[in-house]
């Protein structure tokens, strides 16, 4: 039986042997090399490792490819005589491998030991058709490298292909995104590919690297020539980018990566390398411009989740980072603010268990090293194969950064960067990491603030508005608010849905001049006037000329639009009025849509003695019939005009069976730099319509008499012959009271539906009728009111225009 320490022993050299296969078969990748070796990194333990190979005359083994620290800090050259004393010649002459410990480093003149840093130091030979070469590894671990640490270092050994010297490939046909310079001459070797993003064409380049130089921009030559000139170029990997012209358009941006190689005794140094096209890759040139972009991304983000996205925007790509997380910090709790990428599956087990809303949020005591790293508020770097914590490895198994926001003397949250494959953080990367933490800190103390006043604002807005819209028979009604996210201020759009008598509806949406808190009150003024006046009874036009003069006499300086629809639920007609605003846009039954052609008066509060003329609209079952505000319709890039007919395509292509859908959809290209209210109705007829009729009260001392011959004679034409008396009562009584205790027209209204008779008498004055606490026997009046209570199920008065009307529902048998 296999026990536990073999099998995980055997499970990783499982792991080497796929992991170096899967580059090996790569074999055209220009990072081949260099991944192989990182793996000495990762499964080996070893902090630098590096391939030598012959140079040209087969006298010295020259540097071409490392990974991992820079080899200054353990005193490793960049070359060594194959015929010297030191630890790769002696692996290459003998063709066996050299493991050295610390005390026989101190006895190699070839090697030293660096103050303060005791390491161990194995050189393989490797095998090649140009002459072999040698596989440097060094171990910083006390016992050096052990028994699965050299088993790994041999097939990392066998896996390198180590490619031959550049001054050996010198007058061969390069590859078409390589170049291999002189560093003597400035003779350059390119292929075709670098010269089609130069402009050049193959026989009109002279073969001279001041060629190439002279067609870039003159401000990008400093950092050029300090690549290509030997006496600031360092043997080592270089990268940067930079900007062609071209001879129409804007420069193009370039990344070249060159190494520079020793040539050997006798042989100049060349530096060889790739340049590709940078337009798509790389945006940025410098960490600098890198800097001063996510800076001007910060001050536009408003809210917390667009300081997340700049972030994201500034840092993931330039840094090839394969996941980022920016999260607030609330007690000691991480309350994450944006993932990139979004997918739950990317990111540790821990954050997936705590996934309960659109972000998770993690505990602070499952990651102590983030606390730690949170206390000494500074950026901390951690390369591939540190132990950390499951709910950070997994972040960054190959390199993990985590950046500190400070801001006003506090921590704001914690940005997290997370690499796959083994990530080399540069001095450059450090310092562009820790200005952009400054940044991000103050940004997100700033977008905190923001997100708190602007809910408060939302909800003194909602606070204003409908709670919820009623139920309407044979009809259904949602709207939509969105408040602007262009500032705090409070906005002054409104709507509102008002159940009528007589199965009646009325329709108001309205925008009242500006964004502050003004216009919130009189938005809450308006809202309140309109429904007042609607419910009293009065015509659309009557309830719009009434809200102007309400509006005029406030003296305000500032005035309003809406657009008020009144709509009879049971004919399936309405009367549109608009004072400055947006007309209806309607959805027929067949898709087709219209916008309402309704004539318009001026914004209310211009004019005391506006007309507001009345509008007819035809509304057949399965209509939609649709109210906005600007802010939906109206934009920088398009006039309202633009902004209605795309509403009105919109519309045409929605589902009106789905009506909050509809309003989403709508809402979904709304620009938010305006408040935003939406008013849907689908007009659907109703199933059961009322019997109506009504009578002309006269006063003549027969009055009550035909009332009752009149209310008798209907209900006969109707099939009613139930409950009879009680009815004949109740109307004796109401017509008694409208004609003794009032003057002016009398009128009554009979409405039959679902068994129950509704009677409703209106007159001219305004004043309710009481029922008396009690009553004596010598009393002669008072009891009508009591009889109408006793003899109905429900009876109460409403307001309507220029008087009241009191009504009583009686319920009839069979």
Not at 554 to 571: G, K, P, Q, R, W
Not at 617 to 622: D, E, S, V
Not at 781 to 798: D, F
Request: hydrophobic share 45%; glycine share 10%; proline share 7%.
């Amino acid at each position: 039986m296999v026990n536990e320490g073999a099998a995980g022993r055997r499970a990783r050299a499982l792991r080497v042997e796929d992991t170096l296969k899967t580059i090996t078969d790569d074999a055209d990748s220009p990072e081949r090399l260099r991944r192989v070796l990182e793996q000495a990194l990762v499964f080996a333990g070893a902090s630098f490792a590096a391939v030598y190979a012959l140079g040209e005359g087969g006298e010295l083994l020259c540097l071409v490819e490392w990974a991992g620290v820079p080899r200054t800090l353990y005193g490793l050259r960049d070359s060594y005589a194959v015929a010297g004393r030191s630890p790769v010649a002696d692996a290459h002459r003998a063709g066996r491998t050299v493991w050295l410990g610390p005390e026989e480093l101190a006895e190699c003149a070839q090697t030293r030991r660096v103050a303060g840093r005791d390491f161990h130091l194995a050189a393989l030979p490797v095998s090649g058709d140009d002459g072999g070469g040698c596989l440097l590894a060094v171990s910083e671990h006390p016992d050096g490298f052990g028994t699965d640490a050299r088993a790994c270092l041999d097939r990392v050994a066998d896996a390198v292909a180590h490619p031959a010297p550049a001054a050996a490939v010198e007058g061969g046909e390069p590859p078409p995104d390589a170049f291999s310079l002189a560093m003597d001459t400035g003779r350059v070797e390119v292929g075709d590919a670098i010269l089609g993003l130069f402009g050049l064409d193959r026989d009109g380049f002279d073969g001279k690297v001041e060629t190439l130089l002279g067609l870039t921009v003159p401000e990008d030559l400093p950092s050029l020539m300090s690549v290509v000139e030997a006496d600031h170029m360092s043997i080592g990997d270089r990268e940067l980018e930079f900007r062609v012209l071209r001879p129409a358009g804007p420069p193009k941006w370039l990344r070249l990566r060159g190494r520079l190689l020793p040539g050997g005794e006798g042989h100049p140094a060349r530096l060889v390398g790739t340049v590709v096209d940078a337009s798509t890759l790389r945006p940025a040139v410098n960490d600098v411009a890198r800097v001063q972009r996510l800076a001007a991304a910060l001050a536009t983000a408003v809210t917390v989740r667009d300081v997340g996205q700049a972030v994201v925007t500034a840092l993931r790509g330039p840094l090839r980072a394969d996941r980022i997380a920016l999260a607030e910090l609330e007690n000691d709790r991480l309350v994450v603010t944006v993932l990139d990428p979004p997918a739950p599956e990317h990111w540790p087990e821990l954050w997936r268990t705590e996934w309960r809303t659109e972000w998770p949020d993690a505990p602070m005591r499952a990651m102590p090293t983030l606390a730690s790293a949170l206390r000494e508020g500074r950026a901390r770097i951690w390369p591939a194969g540190t132990v950390l914590e499951p709910a950070l490895t997994d972040v960054g198994p190959g390199g993990l950064a985590i950046l500190p926001l400070p801001a006003a003397g506090r921590m704001a949250g914690v940005c997290l960067i997370g690499w796959d494959s083994p990530h080399d953080f540069g001095p450059d990367e450090r310092a562009l990491l820790t200005a952009s933490a400054g940044l991000a800190g103050q940004a997100l103390m700033r977008a905190r603030a923001f997100d708190a006043e602007h809910e408060l604002v939302g909800m003194l807005q909602r606070q204003l508005l409908p709670r919820r819209l009623p139920r309407l028979p044979g009809a259904v009604a949602v709207a939509r608010y969105l408040p602007s996210t262009a500032g705090l201020e409070l906005g002054g759009d409104w709507y509102d849905v008002i159940p009528l008598p007589g199965n009646h509806v009325g329709l108001v949406i309205g925008d009242v001049q500006g964004h502050s808190a003004g216009a919130a009150t009189l938005m809450g003024q308006m809202r309140t006037a309109l429904r007042a006046y609607a419910v009293e009874g009065h015509p659309p036009d009557v309830v719009v000329s009434r809200a102007n003069r309400l509006l005029t006499d406030m003296e305000t300086d500032l005035f309003a639009t809406c657009v008020y629809v009144d709509i009879d639920l049971e004919e399936g007609f309405g009367w549109c009025v608009r004072a400055g605003h947006l007309p209806p846009v309607l959805r027929y039954p067949d898709g087709g849509t219209e916008i309402a052609e309704a004539e318009g008066g001026p914004p209310l509060g211009v004019a005391a003695q506006a007309d507001f003329p009345m509008s007819p609209l035809r509304l057949p079952p399965g209509t939609v019939i649709a109210l906005a505000t600007d802010g939906l319709v109206e934009s920088v890039e398009a006039d309202i005009d633009a902004g209605m007919d795309r509403l009105a395509r919109e519309l045409a292509a929605a589902d009106p069976a789905h009506l909050g859908l509809v309003a989403d959809a709508l809402l979904g290209n709304a620009r938010r730099s305006d408040d935003v209210a939406l008013l849907l109705l689908r007009y659907d007829g109703m199933a059961l319509r009322p019997l109506r009729e009504s009578w002309t009260v006269w006063r003549v001392p027969q009055a009550v008499g035909h009332a009752r011959r009149f209310t008798r004679r209907t209900l006969r034409s109707w099939g009613v012959t139930g409950n009879l008396d009680a009815v004949l009562l109740v109307v004796s009584e109401l017509v008694t009271n409208a004609l003794v205790h009032t003057d002016g027209r009398v009128r009554m209204d009979l409405t039959l539906v679902n068994g129950r008779l509704r009677v409703a008498v209106a007159d001219a004055s305004p004043r309710t009728p009481v029922k008396p606490t009690s009553i004596g026997w010598e009393a002669t009046g008072g009891r009508g009111i009591l009889l109408v209570e006793s003899m109905s199920a429900t009876w109460g008065t409403v307001p309507v225009s220029g008087g009241k009307q009191v009504w009583a529902e009686v319920p009839l048998g069979h």
